[in-house]
């Protein structure tokens, strides 16, 4: 999918800027002219209008006559929704594009002492509104005092907050289902079709990832993150009772933090904490062998595999790095990992390719498919992924070059904003992340926040 950012409208914001401010600015005290009022024995017209196209948060300068030099009588309509006006000169006015202004048509108004409307203009053209992606808060309440916070089932309208989230994972066969594992907190279920949302009750004391199974049924798989060497770490939750009855695989596993089945042979591959290590399990044989080693021990690895199978990315959340391992389809087995971007062990913030980007606690990603790159061929897909202590959501094309897409703005910092990816939106802490590919959305859970996130395009 191809998402733009906003470095052209942004450079456009402050050219528009200048030429207002040397439109009210005077070379010379010597040489100020009286500003021309609105003359109520005059039309107001409009003449032309720049830029002719763009989105929520976007500036724009409208031309024309006898506008006044009152900024609180200038009221400017476009596509319905009044944008706010920054500036006025007689004959240019400068206003801020509002959201959802899709039909385009501009239409200004002079007001009078009692918000009465004296006079009106319409542009003979309309402004061409291109829908942007937008951060909005999907499901959760937000809580300022932290003491405040609920927990509970219910409609979305009032669910509670969301504590813990690591990890999302709709349901294959419902995708009206999404699952949200939550570590030491309460598992839920979102219900999109009921607008409800529910506990997902595992009696595991710590939910690390959810996955699901190739096969027919494609049974769900819950992972146990616990610290004993002697206890299983992975469970079938069986799609036949509605996920409410789980049977172990029977192998002790400590500290599960990453699994994925493969679609070729349906083995599940796993990851372990204190082992530091990759190993996979036979559903047929029973056999758990190695995989492979992973470069540190005692550190999460995430896993994702690229929906060809060909290939998974291990997210190393204490390195602050990302891997790939490549699969081999003739011996049916994951190769030797290698770096694909950020520096083992260096935390930070940098866009870059490859060791010369930065991050700082990478979890949970996301394959999205890129239109884009159907004309050039290989690999079609880009990774959305969570950068935890960035507050950001990242992304890694196959090349791997990273960039940012939503969060950190123009200071870097936390918090709970809402609005224009790069420029508005702030996050605290987003762990989980799953995309939408009917609704065509993303869906963020926050650690910090307690809140699910969507990004979308105004709809």
Not at 55 to 84: H, Q, R, T
Not at 145 to 159: I, L, M
Not at 403 to 431: C, I
Request: proline share 3%.
């Amino acid at each position: 999918m191809k998402i733009k950012n906003n470095v052209m409208h942004w450079q456009i914001h402050w050219m528009l800027l200048g030429l207002i401010v040397l439109c009210f600015t005077h070379c010379k005290q010597d040489e100020v002219k009286q500003e021309t009022g609105f003359d109520p024995a005059k039309p107001v017209v409009v003449t032309d209008f720049y830029p002719k196209e763009g989105g929520v948060g976007n500036n724009l300068v409208i031309y024309g006559e006898n506008f006044g030099n009152d900024l609180s009588k200038i009221k400017v309509v476009i596509g319905g929704k009044v944008a706010k006006v920054v500036g006025v000169n007689n004959n240019s006015l400068y206003c801020v594009i509002p959201e959802e202004a899709y039909d385009g048509d501009i239409k200004v108004s002079i007001l009078g002492d009692n918000k009465e409307e004296l006079a009106q203009a319409a542009s003979k053209e309309a402004f061409s509104y291109t829908r942007k992606w937008l951060v909005s808060t999907f499901l959760g309440k937000y809580y300022q005092v932290g003491t405040d916070f609920q927990e509970k089932e219910g409609p979305f309208n009032d669910c509670g907050g969301f504590k813990g989230m690591e990890w999302f994972s709709f349901d294959p066969k419902n995708h009206n289902h999404l699952y949200v594992a939550a570590g030491s907190s309460s598992s839920r279920l979102i219900d999109f079709e009921k607008q409800y949302v529910s506990y997902f009750r595992t009696t595991l004391d710590n939910v690390g990832v959810l996955t699901w199974r190739t096969d027919g049924n494609q049974d769900m798989i819950v992972s146990h993150n616990h610290a004993s060497d002697t206890k299983y770490g992975n469970y079938i939750f069986s799609r036949e009772s509605n996920f409410t009855q789980k049977q172990a695989i029977e192998v002790y596993m400590r500290g599960v933090r990453g699994t994925f089945v493969h679609p070729q042979t349906g083995m599940l591959y796993y990851s372990r904490f204190r082992a530091g290590d990759i190993r996979s399990y036979n559903f047929t044989t029973k056999e758990d062998k190695l995989v492979f080693t992973n470069p540190y021990s005692g550190v999460a690895i995430y896993m994702v595999l690229h929906p060809s199978g060909d290939y998974a990315y291990l997210v190393e959340y204490d390195k602050h790095f990302i891997m790939r391992t490549d699969y081999d389809r003739v011996n049916k087995t994951f190769k030797i990992p290698y770096t694909i971007c950020g520096a083992a062990g260096t935390s930070g913030y940098a866009d870059g390719i490859g060791t010369n980007a930065r991050l700082n606690s990478p979890v949970q990603g996301v394959f999205v498919k890129n239109p884009d790159y159907e004309i050039s061929g290989g690999d079609q897909y880009d990774f959305y992924f969570c950068d935890r202590n960035n507050h950001a959501i990242r992304i890694l094309t196959p090349k791997g070059r990273v960039s940012t897409y939503a969060g950190r703005g123009n200071n870097g910092t936390s918090g709970y904003v809402n609005g224009d990816l790069r420029t508005e939106a702030r996050f605290n802490s987003p762990q989980a992340i799953a995309y939408d590919e009917v609704k065509k959305c993303f869906y963020i859970g926050e650690a910090g926040n307690w809140l699910i996130r969507k990004i979308s395009k105004e709809e």
